[in-house]
């Protein structure tokens, strides 16, 4: 059953535009989020993480806002810039009282900013 | 060298080969991963390592057996795979558990 979902598989966008990617979850449990951002033929690498005491983290261009009620979380690019198409992935943090922590991804979302 | 590694970038096997996949990591990280990303799909953990003994095995099929030798170095060796198998598998590290992982570029495998 999969606790991480990106509804969105696409999403274009227009150089200079803001991209907001969306998130949602159903474990109520997870307590650290997660975006990482990957280019073909890459690894995917981190890009900004909130904790889940806290509703919104800024790092320059890219902001990620946590609506815990909602269980969704978003990520804001802005301005997008064309460097940026790739896929986004979201993840989520779960506590294994077996294993430790571990990170539920989504499918990631494709985004494409044309110029 | 810096951050991780993996070997080979793209291999293509018959179902009947043995093969082996590396994974090394040059950031003095103590967790290691195997994750698989398959077409249109979330990524899946497989493997953990933690401090080289195994912490997480996610249900894999035993035609895939991960190997830490040491906290540098992962292996995920593979023996009669599926056509099904054929996926990107990633490796990835991280100090402690504690939830960043850097992964590698990963590892194309076609299975025929």
């Known amino acids: 059953d999969q606790q991480v979902k990106q509804n969105s598989p696409s999403l274009s966008v227009q150089e200079g535009r803001i991209s907001i990617l969306n998130c949602d979850y159903t474990?109520?449990?997870?307590?650290?989020f997660l975006w990482y951002k990957k280019y073909p033929a890459e690894g995917p690498t981190f890009l900004i993480s909130?904790?889940?005491?806290?509703d919104k983290n800024e790092d320059g261009r890219f902001t990620v806002f946590l609506n815990k009620s909602a269980k969704h979380l978003s990520l804001h690019i802005v301005p997008s810039q064309p460097g940026d198409s790739a896929v986004y992935f979201c993840?989520?943090?779960?506590?294994?009282?077996?294993?430790?922590?571990?990170?539920?991804f989504g499918k990631g979302t494709s985004l494409l900013v044309t110029p | 060298e810096t951050g991780v590694t993996q070997t080979p970038r793209h291999l293509v096997m018959g179902m009947t080969n043995k093969k082996s996949l590396k994974c090394e990591q040059h950031?003095?990280?103590?967790?290691m991963y195997w994750y698989k990303q398959s077409a249109k799909k979330p990524l899946e953990l497989m493997f953990v390592?933690?401090?080289?003994?195994?912490?997480e095995n996610n249900s894999v099929p035993s035609r895939f057996s991960p190997e830490c030798p040491n906290s540098s170095h992962l292996f995920l060796h593979l023996h009669t795979l599926q056509p099904e198998d054929s996926a990107l598998y990633l490796c990835?590290?991280?100090?402690?558990?504690?939830?960043?992982?850097?992964f590698g570029e990963g590892s194309r495998l076609t299975v025929l």
């Open positions: 993840a989520a943090r779960s506590l294994n009282s077996n294993s430790g922590y571990a990170l539920n």
């Open positions: 990835a590290s991280s100090r402690e558990r504690s939830g960043e992982l850097f």
């Open positions: 909130i904790s889940s005491i806290k």
């Open positions: 474990n109520s449990m997870f307590d650290y």
């Open positions: 950031l003095g990280h103590n967790a």
């Open positions: 390592y933690s401090l080289e003994e195994r912490v």
